[in-house]
C-alpha cells in the first residue's frame, strides 16, 4: 500500500527538512519527502491521501524509558495496551525497562518480550535489560547475551546500583557494546521511607520526605565513574536544579553523558500531592518551582537531552491505598507529547528542539534507526495539530493505568495520526485524518 | 464542619467554637450524671489500624457519655491481617449504616482517603506523622483552663518534632489562636522548612533546653519513641535525657507559673523527670481528663452539621 501525506508542515532534524511538504509513504517504508510545493506529486488512484494542510508531520516519537510490565504485572499494561497507548501519544518506539517479574535479566526474558511486541505490539518495543542479577545490584547480569537478543541499554531502573564498584563495572563491561548504561539515581540510604519530596510539603503533610540530595549525590558518583571508565552514562527522570547542574559540569568537561527528564517534572511542583493525592506520588518526587525552571532550563541549552515519560502504569486498587502504601508513578504516554509542546507554546522549545527531545536524541543515544524520515526506512510518522485543545480523561486512556494527576486539565497540541508498521492510526479525538 | 481531619484546614473561629462547646460539656462532667442523650441512636465505630489505649478510652468514653452506640474495630482482631485492602475494610463498615468514624493510622492522609469513600463523618484520632486533632483542641483547651487565654502566651514544644502529629497539630492550632511558638529538639527531629510550611514568620528553633526554655509559659513535652534510637536520631536514651530531658532545674528557667503538658504516656527519665511530672507545674492529668469533654464537643458539632444537612 502506498500513503500519500500531503501538504504537511514536515520537521525532521536527522536530514534538516523543516517546511511545507509531501511523503510519500511505499510498503511501509519512506519512499520520498517532496519539499517544494510546485512539484506536487501526483497521486495514484490506489494510495491512500492523508490532507495534512495545517499539521506537523515528524518523525514517530522514541520513548527511552517506559514501563511496559510484562512479563508479570499485566494487571497494570501489557505490551498490547502500553503500544497502543503509545500510539496514541505520537510514540512509535518504546523502551520497556526490566522491573518486569521475573526481572529482564537474561536473554529469555528479553526475547519473551521482544516475541510478544512482534505479535502484538501496536508499535516497535525495544527491551532494556537489568544491569544487575534480579536488579538486586550486587552481581552483573549477562549484559553480552542480552545484547545480542536485543537489549538496547541496561538499567536497574526503580532501583540504583548503590554499591559503586558494581556500576563502576557495569559502566567498563557495557563499552563491549556500545549502549548506554541508564542510571536511576537514589541514595537508598537517603531516600529509605520517604514519599515526596523534603521540604515545604512532607513538614505540611506530615508524609516523609526524600531531600533532593538523594538524587544528586548517586548523578555526582555516576559523572566520576562515568569520567573514570570512559563508559556511556544516561541519567534518568532528572528532577532537581542541582542535578541539572552537575550534568551541565560534566558535559562541559567532556565526559560521556547524556540526560532525560520527564514531563511531569517541568509541569508539576510538589504542590501537587496536596490532599494526598497518590496520583502525584512518583519516584524521584515532585520537586520545587527552582527545580522546575531549572529543568526546562536544562531543556532550552542542552543539558537535558532527552524528555521521556517514565510511564509507570498502575491498577486502580493500588493507587486507591495508603499514601505510604500506593506504588509510584504516572501513567505518561497519552499525555507526555501534549505536556511538552506547552514547552513549544511558552517559547521554551522550538518545535524542532522537541522533535529532537523525543524523537532524533533517544533513538541517537540509544543507536536505534528511528527518530528520523530518511528514505528507506520503516515509516514511523507522527502527525500534530499544534492548536487542538482537549481535556485529559483518564478514563478515555487506553493504557490500563488511569493514574495521572492531570486528570481535568485541558492541553494544547496533540498527535493526531501515528503511522507505525504501515498502519495508521488516527487519534480518537483527531477525528478523521487518515480515513480517506 | 462534617469530618475533623486535621487542625490545618481549621479556621479561628471553628477552633474557638470547638473549645467554647467543650466548656460547656467540661461542666456535664462534673455533674454526678455524666451522660446526656445528645447522640442517642447514633453509631461511631473507632477503627484504630495502630494500637492506642488511652485515644481509644478517651473517645469511647466521651461517645458512651453522649450515648451514641459504640463499635470498635482494631487491628488485630480485624480482617486487615488477612490483606483486605483498606477500602473494602471501610466499605464494609459502611455498610454497618455507620454516623461517625474514629480513624486512627499509622499511615499520613489515610482519614482524608476515607472521608472521600465514605458518608460517615471522619474524625482523625492520629494519622501517621500528620496530625491528630483532638490532642491539640484538648491541650489549647487546658491552656486556656489555666492561663485564661493563648494569644501571646510563650509556648515551647520540645522533643521529636519531626515524628510527631502532636506536635503538627499543636503547631496549626497555637499559631492560629496567636501563641508565640517555640520548639526545641535536636536537629536530626526538626523537620526541614518550618516557616514555610505553617506558615509562621516567627516560630523560634533551639536545639538547646536552656536557650529555648527561658521564660516561656507552657511547656509541651513529647514522647520521645524508643525506636527511634538506633535509627542514627540520638546515640541513646541516656545522653538524650542528658540534653534535652526536662528536669526541675532546667524549668526554673520557665516562667514561674510555668505549666507543663504531655500528651502521654510519658517515659520517665528519658523525656522528662518523675519530679516534673509529679510536680506542682504539671497539668498532664488534666489533660486527660479535658480530652472527653474535646471529643464530646467534636461529635456533638460534627453531629449536628448532619442534622441541618
Given at each position: 500500500m502506498n500513503i500519500l501525506i500531503k501538504n504537511g508542515h514536515i520537521i525532521d532534524p536527522s536530514q534538516d527538512i523543516d517546511g511545507i511538504g509531501d511523503v510519500l509513504i511505499e510498503n511501509g517504508r519512506i519512499k520520498e519527502i517532496i519539499l517544494r510545493p510546485s512539484m506536487v506529486m501526483q497521486r495514484a488512484p490506489d494510495w491512500k491521501l492523508i490532507d495534512a494542510t495545517g499539521l506537523y508531520v515528524l518523525p514517530g516519537l522514541v520513548d527511552m524509558h517506559c514501563h511496559l510490565r510484562e512479563p508479570g504485572f499485566s494487571h497494570k499494561e501489557t505490551i498490547r495496551t502500553g503500544t497502543l497507548a503509545g500510539l496514541k501519544g505520537g510514540f512509535t518506539s518504546l523502551c520497556s525497562m526490566p522491573?518486569?517479574?521475573?526481572?529482564?535479566?537474561?536473554?529469555?526474558?528479553?526475547?519473551?518480550?521482544?516475541?510478544?511486541?512482534?505479535?502484538?505490539?501496536?508499535?516497535?518495543?525495544?527491551?532494556?535489560?537489568?544491569?544487575?542479577?534480579?536488579?538486586?545490584?550486587?552481581?552483573?547480569?549477562?549484559?553480552?547475551?542480552?545484547?545480542?537478543?536485543?537489549?538496547?541499554?541496561?538499567?536497574?531502573?526503580?532501583?540504583?546500583?548503590?554499591?559503586?564498584?558494581?556500576?563502576?563495572?557495569?559502566?567498563?563491561?557495557?563499552?563491549?557494546?556500545?549502549?548506554?548504561?541508564?542510571?536511576?539515581?537514589?541514595?537508598?540510604?537517603?531516600?529509605?521511607?520517604?514519599?515526596?519530596?523534603?521540604?515545604?510539603?512532607?513538614?505540611?503533610?506530615?508524609?516523609?520526605?526524600?531531600?533532593?540530595?538523594?538524587?544528586?549525590?548517586?548523578?555526582?558518583?555516576d559523572i566520576m565513574l562515568a569520567r573514570l571508565t570512559g563508559g556511556r552514562l544516561h541519567i534518568a527522570h532528572v528532577s532537581t536544579k542541582r542535578g541539572v547542574e552537575l550534568i551541565r559540569r560534566a558535559k562541559e568537561e567532556g565526559i560521556n553523558i547524556s540526560a532525560e527528564t520527564c514531563p511531569h517534572y517541568f509541569t508539576l511542583t510538589e504542590e501537587a500531592v496536596v490532599d494526598y493525592n497518590t496520583n502525584a506520588k512518583v519516584n524521584p518526587p515532585l520537586r520545587t518551582e527552582e527545580d522546575l525552571e531549572a529543568i526546562i532550563e536544562g531543556l532550552k541549552d542542552g543539558t537535558i537531552d532527552v524528555i521521556a515519560t517514565d510511564h509507570a502504569p498502575h491498577h486502580r486498587d493500588e493507587k486507591l491505598q495508603e499514601f505510604d502504601r500506593a506504588p509510584s508513578g504516572i501513567s505518561g504516554l497519552e499525555t507526555a507529547l501534549s505536556l511538552s509542546l506547552k514547552l513549544v507554546h511558552e517559547g521554551h522549545l522550538s518545535l524542532k528542539d522537541l522533535v529532537l527531545k523525543m524523537s532524533f536524541n533517544p533513538a541517537r543515544i540509544l543507536g536505534i534507526p528511528?527518530?528520523?524520515?530518511?528514505?528507506?526506512?520503516?515509516?514511523?510518522?507522527?502527525?500534530?495539530?499544534?492548536?487542538?485543545?482537549?481535556?485529559?480523561?483518564?478514563?478515555?486512556?487506553?493504557?490500563?493505568?488511569?493514574?495521572?494527576?492531570?486528570?481535568?486539565?485541558?492541553?494544547?497540541?496533540?498527535?493526531?495520526?501515528?503511522?507505525?508498521?504501515?498502519?495508521?492510526?488516527?487519534?480518537?479525538?483527531?477525528?478523521?485524518?487518515?480515513?480517506? | 464542619m462534617k469530618h475533623l481531619l486535621g487542625i490545618r484546614d481549621l479556621s479561628t473561629e471553628d477552633i474557638q467554637r470547638i473549645l467554647q462547646t467543650a466548656g460547656s460539656f467540661k461542666d456535664v462532667l462534673k455533674r454526678d450524671i455524666k451522660k446526656v442523650p445528645t447522640l442517642r441512636g447514633k453509631t461511631v465505630v473507632n477503627l484504630f489500624f495502630e494500637p492506642s489505649t488511652r485515644t481509644r478510652t478517651s473517645f469511647e468514653l466521651a461517645e458512651k457519655r453522649m450515648s451514641m452506640d459504640v463499635l470498635n474495630f482494631s487491628v488485630p482482631a480485624s480482617a486487615v491481617v488477612k490483606g483486605e485492602s483498606l477500602l473494602d475494610t471501610i466499605r464494609t463498615i459502611e455498610s454497618y449504616e455507620i454516623d461517625y468514624m474514629v480513624i486512627r493510622h499509622q499511615s499520613s492522609g489515610v482519614p482524608h482517603l476515607i472521608a472521600k469513600h465514605t458518608k460517615a463523618s471522619v474524625i482523625n484520632a492520629g494519622d501517621g506523622i500528620n496530625e491528630h486533632p483532638t490532642q491539640a483542641l484538648l491541650d489549647a483547651f487546658t491552656i486556656l483552663e489555666k492561663k485564661g487565654r493563648i494569644a501571646g502566651l510563650k509556648i515551647v514544644i520540645v522533643g521529636d518534632i519531626l515524628h510527631s502529629r502532636v506536635a503538627r497539630s499543636n503547631i496549626f492550632c497555637l499559631s492560629k489562636l496567636g501563641a508565640k511558638l517555640r520548639l526545641i529538639g535536636p536537629p536530626t527531629l526538626l523537620p526541614p522548612a518550618l516557616k514555610e510550611a505553617f506558615l509562621i514568620d516567627d516560630i523560634?528553633?533551639?536545639?538547646?533546653?536552656?536557650?529555648?526554655?527561658?521564660?516561656?509559659?507552657?511547656?509541651?513535652?513529647?514522647?520521645?519513641?524508643?525506636?527511634?534510637?538506633?535509627?542514627?536520631?540520638?546515640?541513646?536514651?541516656?545522653?538524650?535525657?542528658?540534653?534535652?530531658?526536662?528536669?526541675?532545674?532546667?524549668?526554673?528557667?520557665?516562667?514561674?507559673?510555668?505549666?507543663?503538658?504531655?500528651?502521654?504516656?510519658?517515659?520517665?527519665?528519658?523525656?522528662?523527670?518523675?519530679?516534673?511530672?509529679?510536680?506542682?507545674?504539671?497539668?498532664?492529668?488534666?489533660?486527660?481528663?479535658?480530652?472527653?469533654?474535646?471529643?464530646?464537643?467534636?461529635?456533638?458539632?460534627?453531629?449536628?452539621q448532619r442534622e441541618i444537612r
Open positions: 522491573n518486569t517479574n521475573p526481572v529482564n535479566d537474561n536473554e529469555t526474558v528479553t526475547e519473551f518480550i521482544l516475541r510478544k511486541a512482534y505479535a502484538e505490539g501496536a508499535c516497535y518495543v525495544y527491551p532494556v535489560g537489568a544491569i544487575t542479577k534480579g536488579q538486586r545490584g550486587e552481581e552483573l547480569a549477562e549484559l553480552g547475551r542480552m545484547h545480542a537478543a536485543g537489549c538496547v541499554a541496561f538499567s536497574d531502573d526503580g532501583r540504583p546500583v548503590m554499591n559503586s564498584l558494581i556500576m563502576r563495572r557495569a559502566l567498563e563491561y557495557s563499552k563491549v557494546f556500545e549502549v548506554p548504561i541508564i542510571s536511576h539515581c537514589e541514595d537508598l540510604a537517603l531516600s529509605e521511607g520517604g514519599v515526596v519530596n523534603e521540604g515545604k510539603v512532607s513538614t505540611r503533610l506530615g508524609l516523609k520526605g526524600i531531600p533532593k540530595e538523594a538524587e544528586e549525590i548517586m548523578i555526582a558518583r528511528k527518530g528520523t524520515l530518511r528514505q528507506g526506512l520503516p515509516a514511523d510518522i507522527v502527525l500534530v495539530d499544534l492548536n487542538r485543545e482537549f481535556k485529559v480523561n483518564s478514563e478515555s486512556f487506553v493504557s490500563l493505568g488511569k493514574n495521572t494527576p492531570f486528570d481535568g486539565w485541558t492541553l494544547k497540541g496533540m498527535a493526531v495520526l501515528t503511522i507505525c508498521k504501515d498502519i495508521c492510526n488516527p487519534n480518537d479525538l483527531g477525528s478523521s485524518y487518515g480515513s480517506q | 523560634e528553633v533551639f536545639y538547646r533546653m536552656e536557650e529555648g526554655l527561658e521564660d516561656v509559659d507552657v511547656v509541651m513535652m513529647l514522647r520521645i519513641q524508643r525506636e527511634r534510637q538506633g535509627k542514627g536520631f540520638f546515640p541513646s536514651e541516656g545522653e538524650y535525657f542528658k540534653l534535652w530531658g526536662l528536669t526541675e532545674e532546667r524549668l526554673r528557667l520557665a516562667r514561674p507559673d510555668v505549666i507543663v503538658m504531655h500528651p502521654g504516656p510519658m517515659n520517665r527519665g528519658i523525656e522528662i523527670s518523675s519530679e516534673v511530672a509529679d510536680g506542682p507545674s504539671s497539668v498532664i492529668l488534666d489533660q486527660v481528663t479535658n480530652g472527653i469533654a474535646i471529643r464530646m464537643a467534636i461529635l456533638y458539632l460534627l453531629g449536628n
